[in-house]
């Protein structure tokens, strides 16, 4: 039963005792009882004695009038309580709701998942819990001035900072602020994205200007008279010629990048025989890996001729994959395998090349992200291949894993089924 009742209950009682002193009606234990159980189990038609005073009954009549009454606005609130927790429970903002001193009402999971600490934290105060002292600030601003307090909060974190704006929205009650209500939006994601937006233009002003410049400088040079020293025009030629190959090869994979974000590139998957699709990255590569000594091997497992896929984009993966690991293998060469094991049917590409540092693992597949800036620029890379093959996949809903060790090599995992 609901406290409030209860204490209606309890006033009524004493008021009925009142009134039978003061008319001189006597009562028993009994009937006071089957009473109270009535009233409690919702019967407000009970009447406390079969034959009583006329007076008596129609206090009687009154109390039970208003405990109707009563009991109909406490469920109603119970209700509407429900249904602002369900609300609550349903919204991905986190929600915290503070009374006047400051303590804690009530506050929803996405709140929780946000702030670390708040946990089982109803019925304490804010200053106790959240240690961020712009949360107790901006609370504490919204109670004194009566307006609603807005700003943006960064809040530490191993895994990295997260981004949060915080609000505070003073709650009245007949024109006195009795509490407020802090809400939190993340907006990590938004600020990552933003990082991004400027890094990109950053590299591709810095990508695209770097072989301009040398292409210009060359021509230059070439105009100055350097064209008439055949073997110095020859070789400033080959370096026009090599600058220009880089900068059409970034256009090609910007646009293919940019394609592929907007959905232009549609996957048509079909069957399709692995062998012949290795094979036609080899037959693509071997002069370039033939030019460094290196060797390239399949090793398919037994039993697994075909796979699910677009054949062209998976061409463009594995394509993608074994030229990268050219480029940084001096010694041995670069296998591509397909295996199953652990309930895991992966398709793989693994070079005996200089390897990655743990610490650079998570970010590869960034657009114009390189573990060494310098060597891969004069190895010709863009810093897009890793970017494309990540959509790539993605777009095939398979799933993509980097395992390296420096001067151990590289193997890319591509995840193509996990079964039970």
Known sequence: MNHELLIIIILSIAVIFLVARLTGISMSIKDISYFLKELSAGNFNARLFSIGNPDLAGVVSDIASIMEKTRSSLDFAEAEMRR????LRGMSDGVLIADGRGTIILVNQAFRDLISEAKDIEGKQIVEVLRNAQFVDGFRKAMDSGDIVSEEITVSRPRGDMYLIATAVPVYSRDIINGAVLTLHDITRLRQLEEMRKDFVANVSHEIKTPITAIKGFAETLLDGALEDKENAARFLGMIKGHSERLNSLVDDLLTLSRIELGDISIKKAPVSLEQVVDTVFMTLKEKADKKRLYLKKSIAAGIQEIHADKDRLIQIILNLVD?????????????????????????????????????LHRLGER????????????????????????LVNAHEWGMRIESEPGRGTKVNIIIERYL
């Open 368 to 391: 114009f992200y390189r573990v060494d800036r310098t060597r891969s620029r004069e190895l010709g890379g863009t810093g897009l291949g890793l970017a494309i093959v990540k959509h």
């Open 324 to 360: 990268n690991s050219i480029k940084f293998t001096e010694i041995g060469g670069v296998t591509v395998g397909m295996d199953y094991s652990g309930g895991v049917l992966a398709l793989y590409v693994q070079d005996t090349g200089v390897g990655i540092p743990g610490s650079h």
């Open 84 to 87: 602002m927790e369900a609300i």
